[in-house]
């Protein structure tokens, strides 16, 4: 998901073009986020004492979700994705390019501990039995 601190800066583009040369995109949705949908895609995260401040920023303007594709892909789009924090991600990463914080780290890619189906059907639910 590129989440809306890249959209604001113009970034969306930039961000794409760097999946695509690893990765085939499925399916694209641009939205924006109301308060229950966004405490219901970050759940995992409730009661940790950063959500209630994930939840604002993630509904604070659009996102464009992706749909990606590729073999290793949970572990290669997170080397493609960097570190959570931009200043320790690896130089070249999207994060290492882009990021300006670890909250405003541009983009969000499922955790493969965190079951990325869920959030897969979150923002593309009749997408049944893909080859993601």
Known sequence: ???PDAVKRKLIGEIIKCLEKEFDILDIKFTLLNQKQ???FYAIHKGK???NGLVDFITDGP???LLLQ???IQERVRKV???TDPKKA???TIRARFGTSVQQNVVHASNPLE???REIAFFFPDIKNANY
């Open 115 to 117: 079951e990325p189906e």
């Open 81 to 83: 994705i960097g570190a």
């Open 38 to 40: 966004a405490e219901d």
């Open 49 to 51: 004492e950063f959500f």
């Open 90 to 92: 690896e130089p070249g």
């Open 70 to 72: 590729g073999d290793n």
């Open 63 to 65: 996102v464009v979700a």
């Open 1 to 3: 998901m590129i989440k």
